[in-house]
């Protein structure tokens, strides 16, 4: 004995137990944690760790004597002096290292900054004063209803007023709370925004059987929806579905009781008068006053270098001075003197090339089908109050690096009026809410004024995807168009392309010649790089959304259209974007900054290139990247993150939506389109453009309105052995060919379809009016088709 108890003295109950649970560990760890206690919190102590004397003196007591047994041999001192020697040498090594690393660091200057964890070179061309008048046009434009944060590396001296937030006080932590690198900061901005009223939306007995369209005019709050649903705070995505659900009245008639929801509302309507709400007030902050002696993040300072901390890119010029436009106003819908706000007109874009297939032709129907076209009434009323979205599709005639002759428009437009799957949304009912668009990229690229002027200098690696370029020669783009120009005739769309520079070309010429993906072997590569590329321009030079063709809308987006802020969403577990869904506004200042910053780097529009850009200069709060379980629902599942909870329907893979696994088959018929991932606002099935939503059906099954484009479908499937002509006689009444479960892709194809043959429903519980379907249109659609000139199996598809 030793003269000392020989009980363990805790300071507390959670201290012994942690120890307890650590003792395995007491000698193989440096630290052991001591609890302190708070002044004036009595329920609560500091952790603070320690050194933990047991691992460098192993047989010492807690008073720190070392006890050798009087029994112990010499060989036993012998080892213990050594592994004592050695675990002192080890820690004095890696203190050294630690020093070594920081000494380093501080000598790197005062103009670089290098964000921890990234190899990758930067890419910013911006100077501070660029990207400060960039935030505060993007603020004051009504871009940015949130209350987040504008990062500190902004270095903003003054809060921007922003009129897309109501007045409100700001919650400002004491000086003496704040880090000292934002003390001469602001990081808020002024809230002079109307009123913001959230609402219970939800349907009321007896209509309970369809859920109500959404409020004209409504907003998604962003900030509430990352609350509930950012994968970074550990939000699953079939919680994140059911507050999308719950507070947009999703769930009409099958509300179940529960505790107060209030905080699950999530949509709002801005009031115009908002007089009673109070105003920010900076007087809280201490006066900016010099800079000189205030430290910037990682011990830089603003009075050293106006652009300390922003490492820009190296052996390129850096943008002179950014120019914008003016800013815009913000103005709620209660305002406007009509529903559609001019600022932010209501499009979808959509881009494809090759031929038109069941893949565009599903998400065409799926917008009829969710969104408030109006198209079940023969006239869209005059004094409508909501604002009637338009579907612009864009279509590349031939590969991506197609050079179109002066009668491509035309021939699209022949090649659409053929084809089974594009022919019935010519219908003269569709005139006002689809438009079917021509992509040429050079007028494309010579719309953007940031770019117009310079962009021909990249044009030999204009399909640079990632860093990773495909390089068209000119001389042979030259020879071909010319030879197909003498074959095809004059009327004919030059199709075929030069191949690509490279050592194997065969293997390049196939992949510049290709239109659209035929396998998982055989993919379309060109014209996915191209679309990287034709979402920021057709975005920035008309506004609107922008979907991937393998997109299917899933309810109306009124109040996504009503956030006025840019967006796309998170590339699954990273924090990366995901741009099949992007939003931006025409001519703004985030796609200024976008369009010169690729212009700067090989014109990359790559979703993992754009994420640095916007990384790399702080401004990734101007393109918010929403939880991917608004529009990509599976995505985390199928890389194997949150199965322990997974929503419904549960994919493992992508390919789950086309064959569903036969364990959960009943579900796609049992639920329907309602058991969909209800709640999302879409569903991305990532590509498998080879894949027929439905086998067994597999032509568009629209009715007796468009029954040619059927017949000519069948045709085709028959010429090509994959349908035999008793099936197609029997019109898909032969069970036998057909799946006794079917499918969730084919189960949301035949919904579509049904609306449209005024068998069912939209999601508004509208049917379609006896007009549509007994051929009320067919003289305009005469009248129409004579003016253009092409009778015959055009007019035929409307009877």
Known sequence: MNGMSDLPNHSSAVEEKLLQKSHASLYTSWTRPLYLPIPGVRTRRLRVL????????PNSNSRGSIIIGNNANPVSRIMLVKRRRTSLLAVLATVAVFFTFVTLLRKRGSTVWVDEGSNEPTTLVFHR??????????IESGHYPSYANIPVQIGLKKAPVNPAVPKKAPKIKPTRYRPPNARDVITDTTGAGPKRVYLDIQSHPPDVAYPPRPVPGSVADMDEIMRHCDFTQNKYVRD??????????????????????????????????????????????????????????KGLRFSDDPDAGLSM??????????????????????????????????????????????????????????????IHMSKWPSDAK?????????????????????????DMYEQLKSNPWASPFLHPRFDDVIKFKMWNTTE??????????????????????????????????????????????????????????????????????????????????????????ARFVLCHRFGGVYLDADTILLRDWEEIWGWKGAFAYRWSRLPKY??????????????????????????????????????DAHLEGLLLRLPDALFDSAWLNTENYQRERPPQPYFTEFGDFFDTPVQNSAAPQALGFRGFFRGAYSYHFHNFWWKPFDPARNWPDLGSRFKAGEDKAKATLVKEGKLTAAEAEANGRDLSSDKRDLDWSAVLKRTFEAYLRGERPNIGGKMMDEEMLSGGYAIIAIIRLLVEGSWGEGVAQFF
Request: hydrophobic share 35%.
């Open 240 to 297: 994140c579905l059911e507050v999308l659900r719950i507070g947009g009245g999703l769930d009409n008639g099958d509300r179940l009781r529960r505790a107060n929801l209030n905080d699950w509302k999530y949509i709002y309507i801005e009031e115009p008068d908002n007089t009673t709400q109070t105003t920010h007030n900076y007087d809280h902050y201490d006066s900016p006053g010099t800079t000189a002696n205030i430290p910037h993040p």
């Open 129 to 138: 004063k660029d990207l400060q008048k960039i935030w505060e046009w993007e």
């Open 578 to 615: 995901n741009t099949a869904v992007l939003r931006m506004h025409k001519k703004s200042a985030l796609g200024t900054f976008l369009f010169r910053t690729a212009l700067k780097n090989g014109l990359d529009f790559h979703p993992m290139t754009v994420s640095r850009y916007t990384a």
């Open 444 to 533: 494309q690229l010579d719309g953007i004024d940031e770019i117009k002027d310079e962009w021909r200098a990249l044009q030999d690696s204009l399909f640079n995807s990632g860093g990773h370029i495909i390089s068209v020669s000119q001389k042979k783009k030259k020879a071909a168009s010319s030879t197909l120009a003498q074959t095809a005739g004059a009327n004919a769309t030059v199709a075929a392309v030069p191949g690509a520079t490279g050592s194997d070309d065969v293997e390049d010429d196939d992949l510049t010649n290709r239109t659209g993906s035929k396998s998982s072997s055989s993919y379309d590569r060109l014209s996915v790089i191209l679309s990287d590329m």
């Open 50 to 57: 320690v050194p933990n004397l047991s691992f460098f003196f």
């Open 386 to 410: 909501v604002c009637r979205p338009q579907f612009w599709l864009w279509i590349n005639p031939g590969p991506a690096a197609a050079v179109p002759n002066p009668n491509a428009l035309h």
């Open 313 to 374: 890119k190296l052996n390129v010029e850096p943008e002179l001075q950014v120019t914008l436009g003016s800013t815009l106003e913000h103005r709620p819908t209660s305002t406007l003197s009509e529903p559609c706000d001019p600022e932010n007109p209501r499009l979808y874009h959509m881009f494809w090339t090759g031929p038109f297939t069941d893949k565009p032709y599903l998400a065409i129907l799926s917008f009829l089908f969710t969104q408030n076209t109006g």
